[in-house]
């Protein structure tokens, strides 16, 4: 055998060796990593789930977070009740959203900034033409259409024309001046998410032919009108809520329902109430509104319940008995003997019904789907009592399922994220009931734990603390509360007295008196997962945003359990908070007896600083810079008594975000790196 067939021979062995190995490696499983935070842009969410009147089709918004452009997009896409037929509708980087079935089923409008503004299109189901119908200077929402299909009623700001108290003198031809002074005149001056533009335009009530035109502008004044808009059975008035009152800045929900005219604009006030009157739905036999409401009696929450009315405005009156619950989303059935509506019973949020006699029929629950352990989700019903629901669980983060009346069970019909669950894995979610070490009270929380969880090891522990306060957790798939468990952490989130979903009673132990005993059932549920025996004791965390924020801090002043804390945009002075925050009524009205000055003690007994001098806990304090909710001024103020205590501490600033800080999605990533990271810093190994 010569040297080139010995080489050839060897060349071959090679191949067939590397072929080899490869077919291994292909039929090998593929490899199952574990869900972090890097996932974070390949998500999607689903939200404005919209089924056609006959029952047969779904619309539906599905957002994600595009790498490229640091944004969150959307496309509309289209799925029959059965789940076959699934498909986009629109595409390309835009926000294509709001979809809404015109009455018979042969279009569905939506809003769209494809052209570089925010306009109305209508897409036609029988050759998938799409149409821009409105040529609008600012940008639509609440789009609702007529039962006889002439007519899109929206809202849309209208500017102002600036304030001035001065006169200037006129500036030379080709001179650049700065910009001129603002003058500022109303209480709320400045809004979260809006900014200091807020005041300088108010939103408006507008109708257009559906077939497109000049839109119409029926409402006035310097008011702001709100959806959602429900039309008449005649498609002769449009009722929504609005504040109309002189001190509307003083309580900006004390919303009435008021009636408009298509035909001249002419207005009629159909309620009339201190509380809020909104979310109106009127009845397909055109006789009855029904909305939510309650008469406020100034505490710190109290639950919105279900009132009908006469078309014309009269016969008010509740309709449901000894319902504890918030209601919310109401939506007739086709024969006008029901209204469906949404409630959260215990962290779950649930569809239910109610005949006009007040007797409830709850039909299924797991509704949410935005990615957060917070409440929320919606659902839509056919006029053949078909419905769908955004869906949400500990390991579904968002989907669509639907059921029926006759068979409530639901089908889920969607999984638009099994790209990436199909080979991640997440933290198990456990829930969990203990008692409050302060009254003995039965207090529901989950717990997440690591991915490969091993009970025979232990782990850091991370309490994550909601906001509000009066708000809710729930069995919902979290992406940041995920995020964390895979970094090696079990995660507990609970729902301690003053959240929702209790029940009034419980929500308001904290009237009054927030923070406070909170403390307790915080702590209790630390004390109830070191009970099972996985805790790495000398590893607990605890972190939480807004309301969560501010019982980090109020736990830090009260205990040196914790190696590191994390408090997110939180109040720190109360005193300073109620002057400076875009929501200082709610605080004067509700949270407190009165003004600041009338109740100091008050306010600095439940201020943050009155306990600061205790803290021995190395704290990270952020914060967006545009946060007009909490602004930021509280998180600098926490930051420098640290500071000047001699604690470990740094302040971290998110330029451009409001609260809560997810308007731009690599700053929600950098929020949720900023907690692991400083929580790993500060280990105990």
């Known amino acids: ?248 800045d003083l309580d900006l929900d004390d919303r009435e329902l008021y009636r408009f005219s298509i035909a001249d604009g002419s207005m009629k006030p159909l309620t009339d109430r201190r509380g809020p009157d909104k979310t109106p739905a009127a009845s397909p036999d055109g006789k009855y509104i029904a909305y939510t409401g309650y008469d406020d009696k100034y505490v710190g929450h109290q639950n919105e319940q279900i009132y009908i009315m006469n078309v014309d405005g009269t016969g008010h009156h509740p309709l449901l008995k000894n319902f504890d619950f918030i209601a919310s989303d109401l939506q007739w059935s086709a024969d006008s003997k029901s209204i469906y509506f949404l409630y959260t019973e215990k962290g779950n949020t649930k569809l239910a019904f109610t005949d006009l006699a007040g007797k409830v029929t709850t039909l299924t629950g797991n509704i949410g789907g935005s990615g957060s352990a917070y409440g929320g989700g919606t659902y839509s019903i056919s006029s053949n009592d078909r419905f769908v629901i955004t869906y949400s669980d500990s390991d579904i983060m968002s989907d669509l399922a639907v059921g029926s009346i006759l068979n409530p069970k639901t089908n889920r019909i969607t999984s638009i994220n099994s790209d990436i669950f199909d080979h991640k894995k997440t933290g198990k979610v456990e829930e969990i009931w203990y008692k409050s070490s302060f009254d003995n009270r039965d207090i529901q929380g989950w717990i997440i734990k690591p991915p490969d969880f091993d009970p025979s090891k232990k782990y850091p522990l991370i309490l994550e603390m909601h906001g509000g306060p009066f708000a809710e957790y729930g069995d919902r798939f979290d992406i940041e509360l995920q995020s964390m468990a895979s970094e090696g952490f079990v995660v507990l989130y609970t729902n301690p007295r003053g959240s929702t979903s209790y029940g009034e009673e419980f929500a308001n132990l904290i009237h009054h008196a927030y923070p406070g005993n909170d403390f307790y059932d915080l702590m209790s549920g630390v004390d109830a997962v070191i009970a099972k025996g996985y805790i790495d004791t000398d590893n607990l965390f605890v972190t939480g945003g807004s309301g969560g924020g501010v019982l980090t801090c109020w736990l830090i002043g009260k205990t040196d359990r914790f190696r590191a804390a994390a408090s997110l945009y939180p109040v720190i002075n109360w005193y300073s908070w109620t002057l400076t925050t875009d929501i200082s009524y709610i605080g004067v009205k509700y949270w407190f007896p009165g003004f600041p000055w009338d109740f100091p003690g008050e306010y600095e007994k439940r201020s943050l600083l009155s306990v600061v001098k205790n803290v021995k806990t190395p704290t990270m304090v952020m914060c967006g810079e545009n946060d007009y909710r909490c602004p930021i001024t509280e998180s600098e103020q926490y930051y420098t008594a640290l500071k000047l205590l001699g604690v470990e501490t740094v302040l971290v600033r998110v330029p451009d975000e409001p609260h809560g800080i997810s308007n731009r999605p690599s700053h929600q990533i950098s929020k949720i790196l900023h907690i692991v990271t400083w929580f790993n810093q500060h280990k105990k190994q």
């Open 1 to 248: 055998m010569n040297r080139k067939n010995i080489k050839t021979r060897k060349n071959n062995q090679l191949f067939i060796i590397a072929l080899f190995v490869l077919v291994s490696v292909c039929l090998m499983p593929a490899q199952i990593e574990k869900f972090k935070v890097d996932d974070f842009f390949n998500l999607e969410v689903i939200d404005n789930a919209e089924i056609s009147p006959d029952g047969r089709q779904i619309a539906y918004t599905r957002s994600y977070a595009d790498i490229m452009t640091d944004e969150w997009l959307s496309n509309i896409w289209i799925i029959h009740f059965d789940g076959s037929g699934h498909r986009r509708l629109t595409s390309g980087k835009f926000s294509n959203y709001s979809p809404k079935w015109a009455p018979d089923g042969r279009s569905i409008y939506y809003i769209s900034n494809r052209n570089g503004s925010s306009q109305v299109y209508r897409h036609w189901m029988d050759n998938g033409g799409d149409e821009m119908i409105s040529n609008l200077v600012a940008n639509p929402r609440s789009i609702s259409i007529s039962p006889d299909n002439k007519w899109i009623a929206f809202m849309a700001n209208v500017p102002l024309k600036p304030k001035t108290i001065i006169r200037m003198p006129e500036a030379p031809k080709g001179a650049k001046w700065a910009e001129p002074a603002k003058v500022i005149d109303r209480l709320i001056y400045r809004f979260d998410q809006v900014g200091y533009s807020y005041g300088e335009n108010y939103r408006h009530l507008f109708i257009m032919q559906t077939e497109g035109g000049t839109p119409r502008q029926l409402s006035s004044g310097n008011f702001n009108y709100s959806g959602p808009l429900t039309w008449s059975r005649d498609s002769k008035y449009i009722i929504l809520s609005a504040n109309r009152r002189e001190d509307c």
